[in-house]
Nanobody, 115 residues
Framework: QVQLVESGGGLVQAGESLRLSCAAS????????MGWFRQAPGKQRELVAT???????NYVNSVKGRFTISRDNAKNTVYLQMNSLEPEDTAVYYC?????????WGQGTQVTVSS
């Protein structure tokens, strides 16, 4: 099995920054893709950013230019640097990873941005 554990969420004011981390453990060979989703109250879970094993990132339009995803393959960890946070970014952020067709999810970390 594979476990994903997020950290770094919290309460910030608009315009501030947070950095989320997600550490993977367990039966890891190689994650093809790692990434972050988020789910705001009353809304569906949406993709925020992904990054391939080769380091190619992809972002949802609403976070482009503000968020940066990165990964450390040696540590099996993916990061999400979030700058210029907006109240609309308030959500539970979930880490996920794909390994040989199997998807794994973290338990989520709350990010709250006050105006």
């Amino acid at each position: 099995q594979v476990q994903l554990v997020e950290s770094g969420g919290g309460l910030v004011q608009a315009g501030e920054s947070l950095r989320l981390s997600c550490a993977a453990s367990g039966r890891i060979v190689s994650f093809n893709v790692m990434g972050w989703f988020r789910q705001a109250p009353g809304k569906q879970r949406e993709l925020v950013a992904t990054i391939t094993s080769g380091g190619t990132p992809n972002y949802v339009n609403s976070v482009k230019g503000r968020f940066t995803i990165s990964r450390d393959n040696a540590k099996n960890t993916v990061y999400l640097q979030m700058n210029s946070l907006e109240p609309e970014d308030t959500a539970v952020y979930y880490c996920y990873a794909i390994q040989y067709g199997s998807q794994y999810w973290g338990q989520g970390t709350q990010v709250t941005v006050s105006s």
